[in-house]
């Protein structure tokens, strides 16, 4: 069984509508991380947390919001979901292990912005 | 901020050597990783430096010069397999932030 896994794998959703992105982990990682990647453009970082009462912005948070449910379940929301935001998008899990913050992805969700 | 580089796109043949360069700028640097993506797939962990040198593991090995701000990974005997995205990451300051990616191409 994958340690991260993401749902949907897939979605295709139309301007306006509100979408939410489920990210989980089995790895009892401290800290998780959501990122979009658009081609050219490489991984940028949406929001991250830390623990489950830890949660901050990255480079790129307007138009995004989280939720860190649980250590296990950090949930990533586009309340009203624009074109701009077609990517895919990527959660990552790190354990706490000083600077040697090794991140493990998840499969990812393609996000479609009709 | 922070500002990454690397080339766009590369192609090797198979059996050589490639060396993918990165350079960056940042303040507060921690540690430089590499990662692989497949295409469509999630990134996955290659490498870590966090004091100048090479570290090697297998058919990769990793370069970084903090001095420079610069870094590459070297993948020897390429193989077929190893046509992907190689993405180079800066952390600093509990913030990571990763290149546009190198898309390597190995040909028979």
């Known amino acids: 069984d994958a340690d991260v896994t993401q749902t949907p794998r897939n979605r295709i959703t139309k301007t306006g509508k509100r979408i939410m992105l489920e990210c989980s982990q089995t790895?009892?990682?401290?800290?998780m991380y959501w990122y979009r990647q658009d081609p050219g453009l490489g991984l940028r970082l949406i929001y991250y947390?830390?623990?489950?009462?830890?949660?901050n912005k990255g480079e790129i948070s307007d138009g995004y919001s989280v939720s860190r449910q649980a250590q296990a379940k950090f949930s990533l929301s586009l309340e009203s979901a624009i074109p701009n935001q077609t990517a895919l998008y990527f959660c990552?899990?790190?354990?706490?292990?000083?600077?040697?913050?090794?991140?493990?992805f998840g499969p990812g969700t393609r996000l479609t912005v009709l | 901020g922070q500002n990454i580089d690397q080339p766009t796109e590369m192609t090797a043949t198979e059996g050589a050597i490639v060396q993918i360069n990165c350079t960056y700028q940042?303040?507060?640097?921690?540690?430089l990783f590499w990662y692989q993506q497949h295409a469509g797939e999630a990134p996955t962990f290659l490498s870590y430096?966090?004091?100048?040198g090479l570290e090697e593991k297998g058919r990769f090995s990793s370069f970084l010069s903090r001095s420079k701000g610069y870094s590459y990974l070297l993948l020897k005997e390429l193989q077929m397999k190893d046509s992907a995205s190689y993405l180079c990451?800066?952390?600093?300051?509990?913030?990571?932030?990763f290149g546009a990616g190198t898309r390597l191409t190995v040909k028979p």
């Open positions: 430096n966090v004091l100048d």
């Open positions: 990552a899990t790190a354990a706490v292990a000083g600077i040697t913050d090794t991140q493990y």
């Open positions: 947390s830390f623990d489950v009462k830890d949660i």
């Open positions: 940042t303040s507060g640097f921690n540690g």
């Open positions: 790895k009892g990682h401290d800290r």
């Open positions: 990451a800066v952390t600093s300051n509990n913030d990571m932030r």
